[in-house]
């Protein structure tokens, strides 16, 4: 994926060329206080993103095994994931190299042990690896089509019984989304609605 012929850097540029401008944001995320550092060219530098925390917390995570959070940004999904339950192991993909280099920094302040970040696009840095769980915020400014790849592809890498966990914006390609899990996985469920988001499940059978 290469920055758009404008020259406009978005939050899944690649190599951001922006003055990183560090901030650190503290959160209290489903009973527990995470620390955050984030910075200028990844999504969300100023706050957790809304739909991120609606996610994190309604997300169902499994008992044990492997979990993936595709397209991290600086870690907040995965790392709560991971703290949540030191029985599963919890892959961190990001095609944005400053928000990997962010999320390995946060699994080390967050005193994380079972989790680990990898930069590339989608599953290619995970390429082989089953998943009990996928979890993610989808970069839908990086375009429908990458989302749909992340939605058709997603059952290659999960066990029979995992899930694919989304949140989506009801009026910003939450339908389209929805579509594309009925097609692909013939049916997902809704695990909430809040502020104007919702979390779709599917479970591959
Ligand atoms: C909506 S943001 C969510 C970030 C983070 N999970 C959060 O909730 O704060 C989507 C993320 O997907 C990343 N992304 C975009 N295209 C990608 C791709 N092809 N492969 C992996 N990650 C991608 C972006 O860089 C961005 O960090």
Redesign the pocket.
């Known amino acids: 994926?290469r920055m758009k012929s404008n020259g406009v850097e978005h939050?899944?540029?690649p190599k951001p060329k922006s003055k990183p401008e560090f901030k650190l944001i503290r959160a209290h995320l489903r009973g527990r206080e995470f620390l955050f550092l984030t910075s200028a060219g990844?999504?969300?530098k100023s706050r957790?993103?809304l739909?991120?925390k609606v996610?994190v917390e309604h997300m169902i995570l499994p008992d044990k095994g492997y979990v993936l959070?595709?397209?991290?940004?600086?870690?907040?999904?995965?790392i709560v994931a991971a703290a949540l339950n030191p029985n599963i192991y919890v892959l961190m993909?990001?095609?944005?190299r400053r928000?990997v280099n962010l999320a390995k920094h946060n699994i080390r302040i967050n005193r994380v042990s079972n989790a680990e970040a990898r930069c590339?696009?989608?599953y290619e840095p995970v390429k082989g690896m089953m998943f009990n769980c996928i979890l993610?915020?989808?970069?839908?400014?990086?375009g429908l089509a990458?989302v749909r790849?992340?939605v058709t592809d997603a059952p290659k890498h999960m066990y029979d019984g995992g899930t694919l966990q989304m949140v989506v914006r009801s009026r910003v390609g939450g339908e389209r989304i929805a579509q594309m899990l009925e097609e692909t996985f013939g049916k997902f469920t809704v695990l909430v609605r809040r502020s104007g988001y919702r979390v779709l499940m599917a479970e591959k059978r």
């Open positions: 994926m939050y899944f540029t990844v999504f969300s957790i993103d739909g991120t996610l959070d595709v397209g991290c940004g600086y870690g907040v999904i995965g993909v990001d095609i944005n928000a590339g696009s989608l993610s915020n989808p970069p839908i400014s990086a990458t790849a992340m």
